[in-house]
């Protein structure tokens, strides 16, 4: 099979299409044939290097759907031609937080595509318990959404969804504007973004949100908003954004900012004006739940803007990186 490896991070020249074996399934495994896997800011990450846990050489691609080829000798329920997304996450099932029912916390992680090879692939072995039907007449973008979906609908749970609220997000990348549409569906009253790439405000105005923006000022809601949810990582918006909370609101921090930086913020005003700073991290208990959202009519096709086979990973990476386009997919099989 061809697959792309990343054999050395941080390393431009080490990322290459390989010919490797075809993957067998162990015994609870099942082996799909991937039909699209997103690409993501983790991936970046990985080829720069900047995840400790990850092993090298390896096939990264965490948002993948596919149809399964094969399966494990002891595999039941899963058969030959089911149509499946796959949940990357594998928490151990042992450690403290996955006792509580925190999986997402897992002390033992590990991820298909992340600390094993993953969906840049034609072909992948991945653990039966880890694939979800798809319905049928699911199209092929929206079956590409079901693992960053799951990462926002798993944001909406932590936030306290009471129908007629104001919300603000900031960042109108596909995780910006997929919280949009769970939110306005959840009964926002309204929902405003803020970019500072036109072109993805131009692609929000389109997309159904209230108002899309350089600059949270050019809303004039002086009081400030229920719920602010940050979807970028951005020092700079997080801390803009920690300011524009109404009393008694929500701030969501569900992007994912670099470890190594800090956010400066008023812990008087926190305690206030009774502000609930919450966090988000990754899928816990909502990929059947994103599917079946997608399922009952939550257009979120257009997010995809970019379709590259894996000899294009490249062009699709350098395009991520410039912030054009909105959802990139990679689809293995695509010549």
Do not use: W
């Not at 991936?43 to 050489?57: N, Q, T």
């Not at 257009?302 to 395009?319: I, K, T």
């Amino acid at each position: 099979m061809r697959a792309l490896v990343v054999t050395e991070p941080g390393n431009p020249g080490s990322t290459a299409v390989t010919e490797l074996p075809d993957p067998r399934p162990a015994p609870h495994e099942v082996v799909v044939r991937v039909t699209s896997c997103g690409l993501c800011g983790t991936d970046m990450h990985i080829l720069g290097g900047e995840l400790p846990a990850v092993p090298y050489p390896l096939v990264p691609g965490h948002e993948l759907t596919g149809e399964i080829v094969a399966v494990g000798e002891e595999v039941r329920g899963t058969t030959v031609g089911d149509r499946v997304a796959v949940d990357p996450n594998m928490p151990c099932g042992a450690c403290h937080y996955c006792r509580i029912g925190r999986g997402n916390l897992c002390e033992n992680y590990s991820a298909i595509g992340v600390t094993r090879d993953g969906g840049f692939a034609e072909l992948v072995a991945v653990p039966a318990s880890c694939c979800y039907p798809l319905p049928d007449g699911l199209s092929e973008a929206a079956a590409g959404l079901v693992e960053p979906l799951s990462c926002a609908v798993h944001g909406l749970n932590r936030l306290p969804r009471r129908p007629g609220e104001h919300y603000l997000i900031y960042g109108a990348g596909t995780m910006g504007l997929m919280m949009a549409a769970l939110v306005r569906n959840a009964g926002a009253a309204s929902v405003s973004v803020v970019d500072l790439n036109e072109e993805r405000l131009a692609f929000a105005e389109s997309f159904g949100v209230d108002a899309a923006v350089t600059g949270a000022d050019r809303l004039g809601r002086t009081p400030g908003f229920e719920v602010v949810v940050d979807a970028t990582g951005v020092i700079a918006a997080i801390e803009d954004g920690l300011g524009r909370v109404r009393r008694g609101g929500t701030f969501l921090q569900f992007g994912v900012a670099d470890p190594a930086r800090a956010a400066s913020f008023s812990p008087y005003r926190v305690y206030h004006h009774e502000i609930d700073i919450i966090g988000s991290m990754a899928v816990h208990h909502s990929f059947q739940p994103a599917i079946d959202v997608l399922a009952s009519g939550l257009e979120l096709d257009p997010l995809v803007s970019d379709v590259y086979g894996l000899d294009g990973f490249d062009e699709a990476v350098a395009r991520f990186r410039a912030g054009t386009g909105r959802k990139i997919h990679i689809a293995p099989q695509k010549g």
